[in-house]
């Protein structure tokens, strides 16, 4: 992916960011959210099992007084099975996701914009180049930089900081 700055626009591949915009420009390891996963796990898990004996309780005290089994109990566990299957991939997936030496960009709005790179002195050296095009706007350069394909929801992603009136903040996270 190409990373260029260029007529006071930072360009991260087709992401355009006016340098006057740029709130701040830093690098930062990445890491895969394992525990969270790992509790996610947990939790969707023993739901599942919860609500498989909840709805075949019934059904299986019905056919051990008739003497017979119902095939809605087996297609009942059948689909447990599958979902606690669905739950393990998800659950690998972070597990097994790397760890990345990432640059970020961040405006004064909402937007963020993240590549990585194979070496990390070169993310640190282009944090530098990129502040010093934002106090030199007729400054233009081009670079060759990696993006992360992998989901963010399973990632840390900066700082979390704690709001009184906000809803679902966690606190500052080391």
């Known amino acids: 992916m190409e990373l260029r700055i260029s007529k006071r626009t930072l360009w991260i591949g087709r992401a355009a960011y006016p340098l006057h915009n740029i709130a701040r420009v830093h690098t930062f390891t990445l890491r895969p959210k394992r525990k969270e996963a790992v509790l996610r796990f947990v939790r969707r898990v023993g739901m599942t099992v919860?609500?498989?004996?909840i709805i075949s309780l019934p059904a299986a005290i019905g056919s051990a007084l008739s003497e017979g089994s119902s095939p809605l109990l087996g297609w009942l566990w059948f689909l447990a099975l599958g979902v606690v299957a669905l739950c393990a991939?998800?659950?690998?997936?972070?597990?097994?996701?790397?760890?990345?030496?990432?640059?970020?960009?961040?405006?004064?709005?909402a937007s963020t914009g993240v590549v990585t790179s194979v070496h990390p002195h070169?993310?640190?050296?282009?944090?530098?180049?990129?502040?010093?095009?934002?106090?030199?706007?007729?400054?233009?350069?081009?670079?060759?930089?990696?993006?992360?394909?992998?989901?963010p929801n399973n990632y840390y992603f900066g700082?979390?900081?704690n709001m009184y009136g906000g809803s679902g903040n966690v606190g500052k996270a080391a």
């Open 50 to 53: 919860a609500v498989a004996v």
């Open 89 to 109: 991939v998800d659950l690998i997936t972070v597990l097994t996701a790397k760890s990345y030496y990432v640059l970020a960009v961040e405006t004064a709005g």
């Open 159 to 161: 700082d979390n900081v």
């Open 122 to 151: 070169h993310l640190d050296r282009l944090v530098g180049d990129i502040s010093h095009a934002i106090d030199h706007p007729e400054t233009e350069f081009r670079v060759t930089v990696e993006c992360i394909t992998h989901s």
